[in-house]
Every structure is written in C-alpha cells, then in structure tokens.
C-alpha cells in the first residue's frame, strides 16, 4: 500500500454513542438512496447527482441539521457530506427523506481517503468544515485534521474561484488554522485574519450551546487562485 493510501494518524474516533432505533431505520433503509459507497477511483459526481451543478463538501457534519438547511435553501447546489458516526448520518438521511432533497449525498468513509481516491481534481466548488475535532491535548495536536499536507490536498480539489470556509470555536485551533491557510499557496484570504460570520452558515444546536456558555466562534473563508 502506497503512503498516500495509508493512513497512520486519523483526526476522528470512533466513540461510542447511542444509535436511536429510527437513525438505525435511516441509515438501514435510506442509505442506499443517499449514500455513495466508498471507492478506490474517482466517481463523477454529475453522473451521481444527476446533473451538472456546483458541488460544495461538507466533512463532518455532526447530526446533520447545518447541511440538511443548506441544501433546503440552495436547491442549485448539489451537497456531498462526509461523516463516520452513525448517529448523525442517521439522522441526516431522516431529514433529507424529510426535506425530498435531491441535491444531497454522503459518503460514510475517511475523508481523507474520499479526497485521496473518489473526488478529482478542479472538482469541488467549496467545502465546509465546521467545529472539527480539537483534540485540545498537545500530545493530540497531530491527530488535527488541519494539517499542511491535508489542506493542500483540499485546495487540490477546489476548482478556480472555489472556496473552503472553517469554524472553530476553539481559539488557539483556530490560529493554527489560519497559518496553515495562509500557508498554502492553492490558497488566499478573503478577509483580513478571521472572517465576519457569513449569513449563509447555518447556527446549529451545538454552536447555540457553545455561544450560550461564553465560547467565541471564528470562521476562515479562503478562496483557491
């Protein structure tokens, strides 16, 4: 196995957690109606969507609710979620049976390794990765998934004008996130340091619990040359 497809560090667990049994149901039965599965060549992703359209990533999205609101409100663009905890790819696949959303698909992999074998090139038209893991230990520092080999990586795949937005609401992660941005030549700031909140971010659960007890949320919005 080549070093690109090996991964010895992963920035995520897989932590125990209850399933409900209608997340199971979801993901037992809605699955197979969203989900792409997981491939060692690149898919095309007109061809799984079913039409030509701007595709935006989103790489842990939670319980879903952030990425389920952002299709409803952009039925133009076509969302590709990645996520490994089963409870809230249950609960995603249960809100875009809901939601009748055709614009939505998720991939229940490493991201890592969709990015490495499954998404080409020049393919994405933005990515979102919203209140990834700290890993607030130093010992764990390494496990953080904004690292200079991953966000250049990333960039790889935007297309020209393309965009990756982050958020963190753990400060010294992101100043860490901002250097590695600022680093990566694919890469260049739209703002100067940290970004305003841009509206079109959905306010979930999690970050309403995090405002209410004190934490500050930063978002970095970074545009590919």
């Known amino acids: 196995m080549t070093e690109s497809r090996h991964r010895a560090i992963r920035s995520f667990v897989l932590r125990v957690g209850r399933t409900s049994n209608g997340q199971r149901r979801a993901v037992d039965d809605l699955l ?43 039925p133009h663009i076509d969302y ?7 409870p809230g790819v249950g ?25 490495q074998t499954m998404l080409k090139p020049s393919s994405l038209a933005g990515a979102h990765i919203f209140f990834p893991d700290p890993w607030p230990k130093a010992r764990h520092h390494k496990r953080r ?16 004008g393309g965009y990756v937005h982050l958020a963190t609401d753990w400060v010294e992660y992101a100043d860490q996130m901002l250097g590695v941005l600022t680093a990566e030549p694919l890469l260049a700031n739209t703002s100067d340091g ?6 079109t971010r959905p306010l979930t659960k999690f970050e309403e619990r995090g405002l209410k007890l004190g934490h500050e949320v930063r978002d970095l919005v970074f545009r590919r040359l």
Do not use: C, Y
């Open 32 to 74: 197979p109606r969203f989900g792409i599965p997981w491939t060692e060549s690149a898919i095309d992703m007109d061809a799984t969507f079913g039409r030509q359209a701007a595709k935006v990533l989103e790489i842990g999205f939670g319980m879903g609710e952030g990425t389920a609101a952002l299709a409803i409100a952009n």
């Open 145 to 160: 998934l904004i690292q200079p080999p991953f966000v250049a990586l990333l960039a790889s795949r935007l297309a020209a």
């Open 80 to 86: 590709l979620g990645i996520e490994v905890h089963t």
């Open 91 to 115: 609960n995603l696949l249960k809100l875009a049976e809901a939601g009748e959303l055709t614009n939505l698909r998720i991939i229940t992999h490493d991201a890592v390794e969709v990015l």
């Open 194 to 199: 940290f970004a305003p909140r841009p509206s």
